[in-house]
């Protein structure tokens, strides 16, 4: 371990070198790759440096026990010692979680889409306030968001949205968002004060690469309206919409929020990309599964993940058996904690499978 953790600290401090180049700085292909590359390795350079700084506390701290006739001194450095043995064996459990094996998607921005399901209205409004907290979880962790597609109700609520979230560990962060969420309150307009429940589905997908995805010609259909025509949102004449029709996967996707039509039909094709990868990357999933019994960690898309409930103000992850309180303010965006325990209970799990092997 030690080994490795050298030469990743070598490796990172070349790349910080590297990134302040004047010559690499005006590649901006190349000053983003490194910068990346920076990003992926800073969690285990900063562990790298706090086991070494903790190790060598430790050497110290031995050195005057053994050596020092003053009892105050040897106290302290005791105290040091035990402080330092601590530190020493959490950092290398923090260690080898951040040395598993990464998954290939987690650098990469993202497709979020949210689409309600049961109860009308009330499943429209909670869409709205889902999207608005990853819009403001987004902004919280500085990445960039854009809106790809967007339809809206008679009154306003979401209908189906499409957005993508460029940033640092946009992946990482939120894949575990997927799948069904789902809102218990009492709706506005419920006389009786009834206890309503509503279902949300939302899906995280990693933006694909040409190389991740190839899509033949042939098998596309594709399309372009008016907004103002029977697909439409808005009064439009120019026919600057985009209805692509992948046959094979009979997955379709409409964008339609820019004016020009060039946009939209290159949009339209990142999006049919994106599904299709997250098509193959499931069957993968599923396929290994199948293989290593329930070591993986995966769930049933039909199945609920998560479920905000208004009356107890409580929201309860269901994978993971974990709760929190405040639910208006974690509707505003503050996500750090949730997303935090999702991603250390599925590390937590790939280290377990690893040690056991």
Same mark, same amino acid.
């Given at each position: 371990?030690?080994?490795?953790?050298?030469?990743?600290?070598?490796?990172?401090?070349?790349?910080?070198?590297?990134? @302040?180049?004047?010559?690499?700085?005006?590649? @901006?292909?190349?000053?983003?790759?490194?910068?990346?590359?920076?990003?992926?390795?800073?969690?285990?350079?900063?562990?790298?440096?706090?086991?070494?700084?903790? !190790?060598?506390?430790?050497?110290?701290? !031995?050195?005057?026990?053994?050596?020092?006739?003053?009892?105050?001194?040897?106290?302290?450095?005791?105290?040091?010692?035990?402080?330092?043995?601590?530190?020493?064996?959490?950092?290398?459990?923090? +260690?080898?979680?951040?040395?598993?094996?990464?998954?290939?998607?987690?650098?990469?921005? #993202?497709?979020?889409?949210?689409?309600?399901?049961?109860?009308?209205?009330? /499943?429209?409004?909670? /869409?709205?306030? $889902?999207?608005?907290?990853?819009?403001?979880?987004?902004?919280?962790?500085?990445? !960039?968001?854009?809106?790809?597609?967007?339809?809206?109700?008679? +009154?306003?609520?979401?209908?189906?949205?499409?957005?993508?979230?460029?940033?640092?560990?946009?992946?990482?962060?939120? !894949?575990?968002?997927?799948?069904?969420?789902? #809102?218990?309150?009492?709706?506005?307009?419920?006389?009786?004060?009834?206890?309503?429940?509503?279902? *949300?589905?939302? /899906? +995280?997908?990693?933006?694909?690469?040409?190389?991740?995805?190839?899509?033949?010609?042939?098998?596309?259909?594709?399309?372009?309206?008016?907004?103002?025509?029977?697909?439409?949102?808005?009064?439009?004449?120019?026919?600057?919409? *985009?209805?692509?029709?992948?046959?094979?996967?009979? $997955?379709?996707?409409?964008?339609?929020?820019?004016?020009?039509?060039?946009?939209?039909?290159?949009?339209?094709?990142?999006?049919?990309?994106?599904?299709?990868?997250?098509?193959?990357?499931?069957?993968?999933?599923?396929?290994?599964?199948?293989?290593?019994?329930?070591?993986?960690?995966?769930?049933?898309?039909?199945?609920?993940?998560?479920?905000?409930?208004?009356?107890?103000?409580?929201?309860?992850?269901?994978?993971?058996?974990?709760?929190?309180?405040?639910?208006? #303010? #974690?509707?505003?965006?503050?996500?750090?904690? +949730?997303?935090?325990?999702? *991603?250390?209970?599925?590390?937590?799990?790939?280290?377990?499978?690893?040690?056991?092997?």
């Amino acid at each position: 371990m030690l080994e490795k953790l050298q030469t990743i600290e070598k490796k990172y401090l070349q790349l910080q070198e590297q990134s @302040m180049d004047p010559t690499i700085m005006n590649d @901006m292909k190349k000053y983003i790759s490194i910068n990346k590359e920076l990003s992926s390795l800073k969690e285990v350079y900063d562990l790298a440096v706090a086991y070494r700084k903790a !190790k060598t506390q430790i050497s110290e701290a !031995k050195e005057i026990i053994e050596n020092e006739s003053d009892e105050e001194m040897v106290d302290m450095a005791q105290e040091e010692f035990g402080q330092a043995k601590e530190q020493i064996e959490d950092l290398e459990k923090k +260690i080898k979680i951040a040395l598993l094996p990464k998954d290939p998607n987690d650098d990469k921005d #993202v497709y979020l889409e949210i689409r309600p399901a049961a109860w009308g209205d009330e /499943a429209g409004l909670f /869409a709205t306030e $889902l999207l608005k907290m990853y819009l403001g979880y987004a902004t919280r962790k500085g990445w !960039k968001t854009e809106i790809i597609d967007e339809q809206l109700s008679d +009154i306003w609520w979401i209908k189906d949205v499409t957005v993508k979230i460029s940033g640092d560990r946009v992946y990482y962060l939120m !894949k575990f968002e997927s799948w069904v969420h789902r #809102v218990q309150r009492i709706p506005e307009t419920e006389s009786q004060w009834r206890v309503h429940t509503s279902t *949300v589905t939302v /899906a +995280i997908m990693p933006e694909a690469e040409d190389v991740d995805i190839v899509i033949d010609p042939k098998d596309i259909q594709m399309e372009t309206y008016a907004a103002s025509s029977a697909w439409g949102q808005n009064a439009n004449k120019n026919q600057t919409w *985009v209805r692509i029709h992948h046959k094979p996967s009979w $997955l379709i996707v409409n964008i339609g929020e820019s004016k020009s039509q060039l946009q939209n039909k290159e949009r339209a094709f990142e999006v049919l990309k994106s599904r299709l990868y997250q098509i193959e990357f499931d069957k993968k999933m599923e396929k290994e599964k199948s293989l290593r019994g329930n070591q993986i960690w995966t769930w049933d898309r039909s199945e609920k993940i998560r479920t905000y409930n208004f009356p107890q103000d409580r929201i309860t992850d269901h994978r993971i058996h974990e709760s929190w309180s405040n639910i208006p #303010v #974690v509707l505003t965006g503050d996500l750090d904690d +949730i997303m935090e325990k999702m *991603v250390l209970e599925n590390q937590t799990r790939l280290l377990q499978e690893t040690m056991s092997k």
